[in-house]
């Protein structure tokens, strides 16, 4: 498909000004003629060098696993088999839960040569999504005419929680590093862990760990290194009903709690730990047993990349029979879940005090940021008065929760999304070090 560009149209104003003026003076009525049969020429041999479909190809690549909420490299490669240089313009058509950054793009392809093109693909939605068609848009020699070529380039994509997150865990745990993603390494205290190895000492160790020969013999301070126990059981119940679909920084609570499960999962499997899941709101949507090694990773990534909120309510009756069921072994417990009213708590309190008969249960509450922050602010007038108000008072009784859950047994992180990984990450090291499974 082909069509005039700008350029073709303020030359037309030329001979239409000269054809206006002939109706008064009839001696520029051959001038107008010529004017119009000389354009006419120009702009049908400038339509002849507009490039042919097969004369320009387009090449995508890029990842087919996305990280939702980050940035994915993408590369459009144009080949101009034509013989002169091609001015092009680019742009995508990705689903609408998908932002593109650095496109539409405009470029010279030189004659027989390749140009590439990078942009970047930031999905807010996790799931199965397939690439739009490709807009590859040339222009005539002249610039004249401009033909714009629509191109389907098959591209399935699976958008998953933060996975490129792993890759940096993983790094930094071969070089024992994991503390710079704000993870604390805890050194078990109990007198069952097994002697590892000798490392420097840091200033979080326990003075009591400190070898002394060792230290002698090295002029400096060395630390004893116990490995903590392996074969423990680490499951996670996923809230996906309607109170997980608040926002925080881009992502909803869920993204937030599904990226945690994702973490505290992998260094869990990396431990020797079991790993399992659950996923529920009015029912259980997805179960994943027990299991360990790293096939349970790929297992566990793709029981949670189609994840998302429903409309429904949680119905913790349904999960909890479930996992009693299913989970005889005494595990972790990790409930990720956001209770706001003193309804949910009623139904949740029953399950979580048997609970604790059996399992040890960590309970992590997702805050609603823009409630704790609008507690803290400093009224201007009456209404602002009211809505701060409430909000400290709803502010003060998920406090007051966090310690009606304590108080039966569980351990609670109230926290906001941001800090769901390393909070829940610190909490399972200490777990460890403290032998409480």
């Known amino acids: 498909m082909f069509s005039p560009t700008g350029k073709l149209l303020i030359l037309v104003w030329g001979p239409a000004a000269l054809a206006l003026a002939s109706t008064i003076y009839p001696f520029l009525r051959p001038i107008s003629l010529v004017a119009d049969l000389v354009l006419l020429g120009i702009a049908l041999l400038d339509l002849v060098t507009l490039p042919r479909r097969r004369r320009v190809r387009v090449e995508r690549s890029g990842p087919s696993v996305l990280s939702v909420g980050t940035a994915n490299p993408f590369k459009l490669t144009v080949q ?19 932002e593109l950054a650095e496109l539409p793009a405009a470029g010279w392809v030189g004659a027989r040569g390749k140009r590439v093109f990078k942009y970047d693909v930031v999905p ?10 490709t807009y590859l848009r040339v222009t005539s020699l002249l610039g004249l005419w401009r033909r714009t070529l629509k191109l389907t380039l098959p591209h399935p994509m699976r958008v998953y929680p933060d996975v490129k997150i792993l890759n940096t865990y993983a790094l930094l745990a071969k070089r024992n590093r994991i503390d710079l993603l704000g993870f604390r390494k805890t050194r078990g205290r ?11 000492y840091q200033p979080d160790d326990d003075y009591r760990r400190i070898d002394p020969f060792a230290s002698a013999r090295h002029r400096k301070l060395i630390t004893r290194e116990y490995e903590v126990s392996r074969n423990q059981n680490v499951f996670f119940m996923i809230d996906t009903s309607r109170l997980m679909a608040a926002e925080s920084r881009g992502l909803s609570n869920l993204d937030h709690a599904l990226n945690a499960t994702l973490m505290l999962s992998s260094l869990a499997l990396d431990f020797g730990d079991n790993v399992g899941l659950m996923a529920f709101d009015e029912r259980v949507r997805t179960f994943l047993p027990l299991s360990s090694g790293l096939r349970s ?6 029981a949670l990349y189609d994840l998302h909120t429903s409309q429904a309510e949680a119905d913790y ?9 299913r989970v005889r ?7 990720l ?3 706001m009213d003193g309804a949910s708590y009623e139904l949740l309190r029953p ?23 609008l507690a803290e602010r400093s009224p201007e007038n009456a209404p602002e008065f009211f809505e701060v108000g409430a909000a400290a008072e709803l502010a003060g009784w998920r406090e007051q929760l966090a310690h009606e859950l304590a108080r039966l047994g569980a351990l609670v992180l109230d926290i906001t999304p941001g800090q769901a990984t390393p909070d829940l990450i610190n909490s399972y090291l200490r777990i460890k070090a403290d032998q409480l499974l």
Do not use: C, W, Y
């Open 80 to 98: 101009n088999l034509g013989l002169r240089p091609l001015f092009v313009h680019l742009t995508e058509s990705f689903p609408g839960t998908m």
């Open 124 to 133: 807010k939605r996790r799931g199965a999504f397939e690439a739009g068609r």
């Open 190 to 200: 109990g007198s069952d862990v097994e002697f590892d190895r000798l490392r420097d």
């Open 297 to 302: 990773k790929a297992l566990v990534l793709h």
């Open 317 to 325: 009756e349904q999960a909890f029979l479930a996992l009693n069921l």
């Open 329 to 335: 072994q005494r595990a972790l417990i990790v409930l």
């Open 337 to 339: 879940t956001n209770v």
């Open 351 to 373: 399950h979580l005090k048997i609970l604790t008969r059996r399992h040890l249960p960590l309970v992590l509450l997702l805050r609603d940021q823009d409630l704790f922050e």
